[in-house]
């Protein structure tokens, strides 16, 4: 699947923070079929049991890729996770690139639904979500300017990401 564009870095942000040293330092396109696609590499310090990532860092990376579906047509825009559901379907391992994806099921002009998937790179589904979020304004969610703490683009050269039917 074809990448439109690339979203944003964070600085600190435990799934994409670029300044954070337990950061997965995660990268998200925005997809042409206006998903949200990301790639990722776990590292040893995401363990759980040896060789597995720990359950609470995959919803977390589930709850990063249905929060970064709405950046998918609206950027500037921040939304806040009321509910999320996950289910893990096999293993996740560290040291091994992976990739997620995420898609709405549902949006309103206040909220949206997504649901997400980590993937490892034959496209097996490794766990999957489903989140509903708030739209609300920035202000009444932090005094810290998003625009300031989203600011780091990492450029590179993915300009396609494989994702199964």
């Known amino acids: 699947m074809k990448v439109l564009s690339k979203q944003n870095n964070s600085h600190n942000c435990i799934i994409c ?3 954070n040293f337990a950061s997965v330092k995660a990268q998200f396109y925005n997809m042409d079929d206006g998903s949200v696609g990301g790639l990722f590499t776990f590292r040893s310090e995401h363990q759980s049991y040896p060789g597995r990532v720990h359950g609470g860092i995959i919803s977390t990376m589930i709850d990063e890729l249905a929060g970064r ?4 047509d609206c950027p500037d825009k921040i939304a806040v996770t009321m509910d999320i ?3 893990f379907r096999k293993p996740v391992p560290y040291d091994v690139p992976l990739k997620g994806r995420g898609v709405y099921t549902q949006k309103l002009s206040r909220a949206y639904s997504a649901k997400c998937w980590v993937l490892d790179m034959d496209n097996n589904v490794l766990a999957e979500g489903e989140a509903r979020y708030l739209i609300m304004p920035n202000e ?3 005094d810290a300017s998003i625009d300031e703490e989203l600011d780091i683009y990492i450029p590179d050269d993915v300009t396609e990401i494989e994702f199964g039917e």
Do not use: C, F, Q
């Open 85 to 87: 559901s996950v289910k």
């Open 140 to 142: 009444k969610i932090t």
């Open 69 to 72: 579906v709405l950046w998918t």
């Open 17 to 19: 923070g670029m300044d």
